[in-house]
């Protein structure tokens, strides 16, 4: 993975400094909240209902055994022993006191870790598919360019003022997408073209929030080395025209859809001719360079991993069968294996791993890999580099620190955002609905009957939760100060991407998790096989049979309702 | 049966810590809502509300709220104000002492 340079070591360490001087100011009364807002913002630090919230920078998710050891560290000595992973691959922590914030920094920069850019409106953490590097179906590693986005993006002094966050995602696997592309500002594909020379398919103007739209393709092919150029037009132009007249239609989609896709494509266009061939162009050597970081590890020479995996599928142990079955995924490295290690534990808030568990990671990771790890945005984790013949052992290990759920793509591994026991912009809880779902559904055979079903709950239209692209999305609302929910289905983060649509009228508190029950109770009835997955039968027959199981059925129509319809 | 004339507290954040604060009778702030100074009019509230904002130094962003004055004591009137005088209604991993007022 990517090193500091004495140069990137520097700024952190001067910003850190500033920081401290501003915090400093601040408890002193010397400025004000609002000018110290902005401030604060800029290293990541918001004010939530009860405490300050910290947001530290993962980039493309990965991490070293030594970072997550310094996580845990500051989760011991300066917040209360936990953090929480969240959807954009990042670490949240939720209790941390002003004057301790410079040290926390101090103690990133250490490592090599910032939080820089994880607030404002301005290039969030670059985010990658969680198996980057070792998915047997990719084309190459996508994360020496999301290093390389990092590098440009990282207090670029013309978008540190942008309209409105700015989020990027990259994957490089042809037909499937782990890193939900469609649904960033901009998105960027690994693709080949037709002569077999590898470039980038650039999406822009996809989003949740309050207005969800799926990106359009902008740049059907961009070569290499122009990656950093395009993306610059792209944000010049976003700059440049993006609404600063109101909050809620700041964000890129809103101009991209206002423009219409070729006028939005014909000044990126224009744009790029300017600064195609200038600084922005990458050399072979810079290149080189970053993709040197990024190099694999030292795999050994070991036979293919599917017999000894299928083994552990099919034998006595019927836990570990489970925990193969579904949280394994196959390496492109004969004889290992990528291991998920879920986040999802009973009576425990999706995305939160304690000081404990996550120093036992870090040194399991060195056990049983090459000492990485990876943040996945559904808020697990992955140990990357694990050999087939030893998942028995770690799965041992895992079982120790609660960390073992065979849950992974089932009902339970659920995304939900702090929502409102946290979250000064929420309108209502989302960790108190997803405990109740582990809890009601916690019956593993049950789970996997089920199949793959993802379930995403956000606390307001902020959609931090992904509740747009959930086979099943739960949206808190409020209604006169009280807390309701809107279920909807259909949604999808991947390849095959899609917006989830609403069922009918909100559900109260307490009975959200029983017409989860019901959609899911229609769903068994319905599905046409077993390996028909819940949004597969939503999108073949419709919403009605489970708006049926909410509501009743529909009203009868009336005789004039009926000759209107026949005219 | 009539609605009851509403009633406003002043409440903030801590500066030191992001804590709930609650503004008291004495200009002094509390983390408890208990012990909240209770406003009948909107403009006494809004008057504490300035209060508030030239002690930026110890708490940030004051604004008024509704309560209502109950038998067992101050209630808030939305799930967002009950869950910033109670804390988060998840388990929190490393709970503080039992809170005190400061």
């Known amino acids: 993975m990517y090193q500091y340079d004495e140069y990137d070591q520097r700024i952190v360490a001067e910003r850190t400094k500033q920081f401290q001087g501003q915090v400093e100011r601040r408890l002193s009364g010397e400025i004000k909240e609002l000018e110290f807002k902005p401030i604060r913002l800029q290293n990541g630090l918001y004010m939530q209902l009860h405490a300050y919230m910290l947001r530290v920078a993962i980039p493309y998710g990965t991490l070293s055994a030594k970072q997550l050891h310094m996580l845990a560290h500051i989760a011991r000595k300066y917040d209360k022993s936990y953090g929480h992973f969240t959807t954009r691959q990042n670490i949240q922590y939720n209790w941390p006191a002003l004057e301790d914030v410079p040290k926390i920094l101090e103690d990133l920069a250490s490592v090599e870790m910032h939080a820089i850019q994880t607030s404002g409106n301005c290039i969030r953490n670059i985010t990658s598919d969680h198996f980057a590097g070792v998915a047997p179906d990719e084309l190459e590693d996508p994360r020496p360019w999301g290093e390389l986005m990092r590098q440009w993006s990282t207090f670029h002094p013309e978008f540190a003022a942008l309209p409105r966050k700015f989020k990027i995602a990259i994957s490089a696997t042809p037909g499937l997408d782990r890193a939900a592309v469609q649904f960033h500002d901009i998105g960027v594909r690994l693709v080949e073209n037709a002569l077999g020379e590898r470039g980038f398919e650039i999406l822009a103007g996809g989003g949740m929030g309050r207005t969800p739209h799926l990106g359009p393709v902008i740049g059907q092919f961009v070569a290499k080395q122009d990656l950093l150029s395009y993306l610059e037009a792209i944000l010049r132009v976003y700059n440049t025209y993006g609404r600063r007249d109101n909050i809620f239609k700041a964000r890129i989609k809103i101009l991209v859809h206002a423009l219409g896709v070729e006028e939005f494509r014909a000044r990126v266009e224009e744009e790029w001719a300017f600064i195609k061939d200038g600084p922005l162009k990458l050399t072979q050597a810079e290149i080189d360079r970053v993709l040197a970081q990024f190099a694999p590890p030292a795999y050994e020479t070991l036979p293919p991993a599917n017999a000894l995996l299928d083994s552990f599928r099919l034998g006595k142990d019927r836990d570990l069968a489970r925990f193969v079955t579904n949280n394994v995924a196959r390496h492109k490295q004969p004889g290992y294996a990528a291991v998920i290690i879920s986040l999802k534990e009973k009576d425990t808030p999706p995305g939160d791993m304690t000081d404990h568990q996550m120093d036992r990671m870090a040194e399991l990771s060195e056990r049983f890999g090459f000492g990485e790890i990876r943040v996945t945005h559904t808020q697990n984790l992955v140990l990357p580099d694990v050999k087939a013949a030893a998942v028995p052992a770690l799965f041992a290990e895992l079982q120790k620190l609660g960390l073992a759920s065979a849950n992974a793509n089932k009902v339970t591994d659920i995304i939900a955002c702090p929502g409102l026991d946290y979250c000064a912009l929420a309108n209502a809880r989302s960790i108190p609905i997803a405990l109740e779902i582990m809890q009601r559904f916690e019956d593993i055979d049950y789970q996997n009957d089920l199949g793959e079903i993802n379930v995403k709950i956000s606390g307001c239209i902020n959609a931090c939760g992904h509740h747009h692209v959930g086979h099943i999305g739960i949206l808190g609302i409020d209604k006169q100060g009280e807390e309701f929910y809107q279920l909807m289905l259909g949604g999808s983060a991947g390849h095959d991407a899609s917006i989830g649509q609403i069922l009918g009228r909100a559900f109260p508190r307490d009975q959200i998790v029983g017409a989860v029950e019901k959609v899911l109770t229609r769903y068994l009835e319905i599905r046409s096989s077993l390996e028909e997955r819940l949004i597969d039968v939503v999108r073949r027959v419709g919403l009605a049979p489970f708006k049926e199981a909410l509501f009743g059925p529909p009203p009868a129509r009336t005789a004039q309702e009926l000759a209107h319809a026949d005219h | ?102």
Do not use: C
């Not at chain 2, 503004?23 to 509390?30: L, N, T």
């Open chain 2, 1 to 102: 049966m009539p609605k009851p004339p509403p009633q406003w507290i002043v409440t903030a954040n801590f500066t030191a810590d992001g804590a709930v604060a609650y503004f008291r009778a004495d200009q002094s702030f509390s983390t408890l809502l208990s012990e909240a100074a209770v406003f009948v009019t909107k403009d006494a509230a809004e008057a504490a509300v300035q209060i508030a904002l030239a002690n930026e130094h110890l708490v940030a962003d004051p604004y008024l709220t509704e309560v209502a004055v109950a038998p067992q004591g101050l209630d808030a009137l939305t799930a967002r104000e009950r869950i910033r005088s109670q804390g988060p209604t998840v388990r929190v991993r490393r709970p503080d002492p039992i809170t005190a007022s400061r």
